[in-house]
């Protein structure tokens, strides 16, 4: 058992994991993040399903290694005692390792019923420096006299930590040399430990770039410019546009399953239409996405990004020049691209018919529903276009 808050687990963590394993011959380990850890603050904790998940990712690169819930899945305080009585269940006639840092194996004493502890599993720890190893051995022998097995590890440990890797990703430095690859594409992806009050694009493009591939993230680009460009073109906010336009795709190559898993726990409303339309999801979850978890909270910017595929009536300016620039961004080259274009510098209405009509009859042609939005849109538009 190696329990912490492993918020976010490291590539320390995963050198004292590899180093156990391998001396102590192991037939498992077993990564389980805590709930609620007893003595510290859960301040700055990320949600215990992306502790989960990184642990996975990371026990991925070493052997005989796994992340466990079983933490998670009781509620208040995580107690050693309590995961130890539980992992005897689990495991029956299994001898039992509990690996800790050094910080937690000078305060065992303190922990809820050590002696219990002490019964129960083999106490390992690592030095976290070389000055470390007398003091962590003069406790190995004091828990001895109280009956406890211990396994200090003389090794030399890898000088990073959590919170370094926390402040790191608030500052924009580098975490290549600190988490596992597949850990560090997971906390881009899911936006963790960032300061949602500031607006960063190289930010934001390193969230694009963890959730999309090559291809999506050029087009990201080139449609955030040309929505620049045509809102300075007709009088809307080129910082909305900009940021509605380089995060419009942001869920687009997430798997539909977890779309819509992600929809049903953020309680988004579906029509049935909607529901059984998997390719209306990324706009509904990328608007979702961008204001729950990226903590963008102009609604301008969340309803460009909610209905840049099928429009609505009373879009706004911003609106439609997300919804036109995803047409005719920079890399498109359909057959009609060059009328849209030329239509775009025309007139935005000119252009949102034309993408409509073009849109609602492919779907037609393949009999398939048609979201009302887009309908509606269509309508508004053409009435628009009749009476200007």
Known sequence: MYGGSFNPIHNAHTAIASMFVKKLKLDKLLFIPT????????????????????CRLAAKNIKKSEACDIELNRSGKSYTIDTLCELERLYPDSELYLIMGADMFTTLLEWKQPEEIFKKAVLCTVPRNDDDITVLSEYAEKYKAMGAQTCVLDMKLIDISSTAVRQNIKDDKSISKLVCGDVAKYIYANYLYMNISEINYDRFKKVLRSRMGEKRFIHSCNV????????????????????????????????????????????????????????????????????????????????????????????????????????????????????????ADKSLEEAMRYGLAFSISELALKNAAIDPNALECYNEVVLQLRTS
């Open 35 to 54: 709930a609620s850890a007893p003595h510290k603050s859960d301040s700055g904790v990320v949600d215990g399903k992306h502790r989960l998940e990184m």
């Open 224 to 343: 955030s410019e040309e929505a620049v460009r045509l809102a300075k073109k007709y009088g809307a906010d080129e910082e909305k546009a900009r940021l509605a336009g380089i995060l419009h795709d942001v869920t687009k190559e997430t798997p539909q399953s977890a779309q819509l898993e992600f929809m049903d726990e953020h309680e988004v409303p579906l029509t049935a239409l909607e529901r059984s339309s998997p390719k209306l999801w990324h706009a509904i979850s990328g608007s979702v996405f961008v204001r729950d978890v990226m903590g963008i909270t102009d609604e301008d910017v969340i309803n460009a990004i909610r209905y840049h595929t099928s429009g609505r009536a009373g879009m706004s300016v911003l609106e439609k020049c997300i919804f036109i620039a995803d047409f005719t961004s920079a890399e498109r080259n359909y057959d009609d691209v060059e009328v849209m274009r030329a239509l």
